[in-house]
């Protein structure tokens, strides 16, 4: 979720978190189940490796990385791994109890950071997934190819009526998602001083399904997106360059005219795990794969609706060499 400095990711694409935590720690999203309540990844027993918790957050992207963890966990490792389906800011109370080992996705959360990381030293970030969070405008591949230069937005202006439509009053019309979805969108265009509208098409699925069409039908469309996203992996819409992210340039959402900060997604574990001895803490810790790998593992779950166990699979095994630096 981007507001100012984006605190978290939220489920779907960005959208504001607010989570109650009574006695427990209370999942939301994926299963509805609290920390305690478990769900394995499938056979595999503990031999040397003890019993892995893994937290899977609301997102396709982040149950990419976790199946294919627990995948590996399993087959080559022979551990238990017990998948806890949790709100993102939920699994980090897992830390203290044990409940949970490892957040493999984590955008942000500077909050959580101070107080689970800094103040009570019951966590500890275990480095990059490698994958590189971004938000922004996008556009299909065609019509960057046929104008390259409307991925500058200084000539946004210049392409506008290209993109008028019914519902954007004679003005070029920007495309979001979900009205709950929380975007710099409308400040920019305002600020930006760009002859443009944003109209919300409803949902992520809603935006995928224009982008996918307008491609298709050589239509124009420009509308916010973000990466990684499986999707991807099918259409790879270009990016539109908005004015550079410098630090602060979006504290006030009223004044924004930047674009959104690139987001370096880590993995955190709790120090207890990361002091067991576990083969799993070391498979976390080398863990690290690029954008693309992501978006192909969750385009076999969410688009081509494989298990989590048999995309992973499918990757692993196309993959082996990668999996095999992760485990040295």
Same mark, same amino acid.
């Given at each position: ?11 779907? &694409? ?19 189940? $609290? ?8 056979? =595999?027993?503990?031999?040397? +490796? ?10 396709? =992207? ?17 551990? @238990?791994?017990? #998948? @806890?389906? *949790? ?36 966590? #500890? ?53 979900? /009205?709950? %979805? ?14 443009? $509208?944003?109209?919300?098409? =409803? ?7 224009? %982008? ?6 050589? #239509? ?7 990466? /990684? ?16 992210? @410098? ?10 005219? +930047?674009?959104? &900060? ?9 120090? #207890? %795990? ?10 976390? @810790?080398? %863990? ?7 978006? *192909? ?16 699979? $499918? ?8 999996? $095999?630096?992760?485990?040295?």
């Amino acid at each position: 979720m981007h507001i100012a400095r984006r605190p978290g990711r939220g489920p779907g &694409p960005f959208r504001v978190t607010v989570v109650a935590a009574a006695i427990g720690l209370v999942a939301s999203g994926c299963g509805g189940a $609290k920390v305690g309540s478990t769900s394995s990844a499938g056979g =595999g027993s503990s031999g040397t +490796c003890p019993t892995f918790n893994l937290a899977v957050n609301n997102w396709v =992207g982040y149950e990419a990385n976790a199946a294919v963890l627990a995948y590996v966990a399993e087959k080559q490792l022979g551990c @238990k791994v017990v #998948k @806890k389906n *949790l709100d993102e800011q939920v699994s980090w109370q897992g830390f203290d109890t044990g409940e949970v080992d490892a957040v493999v996705e984590n955008w942000g959360h500077e909050d959580l950071v101070k107080k689970y990381i800094t103040e009570q030293k019951v966590a #500890k970030d275990l480095g990059p997934t490698g994958n590189i969070g971004k938000i922004g405008w996008y556009v299909p591949p065609w019509l960057a190819k046929a104008h390259p230069d409307i991925t500058n937005w200084n000539n946004l202006n210049k392409y506008a009526p290209m993109f008028t439509t019914s519902e954007s009053g004679g003005k070029g019309q920007l495309l979001d998602g979900d /009205p709950g %979805f929380v975007t710099n969108d409308a400040a920019l265009v305002e600020n930006l001083k760009l002859n443009y $509208k944003v109209v919300y098409s =409803g949902s992520e699925a809603a935006l995928i399904t224009t %982008f996918r069409q307008a491609e298709q039908n050589k #239509k124009p469309v420009i509308g916010y997106f973000y990466e /990684p996203q499986w999707f991807m992996s099918e259409v790879p819409l270009v990016k539109v360059n908005l004015p550079p992210y @410098k630090e602060g340039c979006d504290a006030d959402p009223a004044k924004v005219a +930047c674009d959104y &900060p690139l987001y370096k997604l880590n993995k955190v574990v709790s120090t #207890k %795990f990361a002091s067991s001895g576990s083969p799993a803490y070391t498979l976390v @810790k080398n %863990f690290t794969w690029a954008n693309a790998d992501q978006n *192909l593992v969750a385009k076999y779950i969410a688009e081509d609706k494989m298990s989590a166990e048999a995309a992973a699979q $499918k990757w692993v095994e196309a993959n082996p060499d990668k999996v $095999k630096a992760w485990l040295s």
